[in-house]
């Protein structure tokens, strides 16, 4: 719904700049080309976040299922290690050889 709420408004921007405003050809054409690039790199900024997220809860749903998790060569379980959802953090159990340790879900496999 708010990629449509966008896109009206960017089809009123242009419409505006075509027919409100005094610019000359090129300048009109490097206003659009600047205002594309924005967009464009918005939506990228937005698709690499949501893919990230996407793979932390993914990697934060295998350690709740029992799987074993490798996390920068180090496999992590829960038998060594609790989930803090809050940070989507691996904290290492007391009386275990990890005790201490954290590691961010968003550097596991």
Excluded at 39 to 62: C, G, P, R, W
Excluded at 73 to 91: A, H
Aim: aromatic fraction near 14%.
């Amino acid at each position: 719904m708010a990629y449509i709420i966008g896109l009206v408004v960017v089809v009123l921007f242009f419409l505006v700049l075509n027919y409100f405003t005094e610019f000359t050809r090129s300048q009109k054409i490097t206003i659009s080309a600047i205002l594309f690039s924005i967009i464009l790199m918005a939506i990228m900024f937005n698709t690499y976040s949501e893919d990230k997220s996407q793979h932390t809860l993914d990697v934060a749903m295998k350690f709740n299922q029992g799987k074993t998790i490798k996390c920068n060569g180090i496999d992590v379980n829960s038998s060594f290690y609790e989930l803090s959802t809050g940070t989507y953090t691996f904290i290492g159990k007391e009386n275990t050889p990890n005790y201490g340790k954290m590691i961010s879900a968003s550097t596991c496999e």
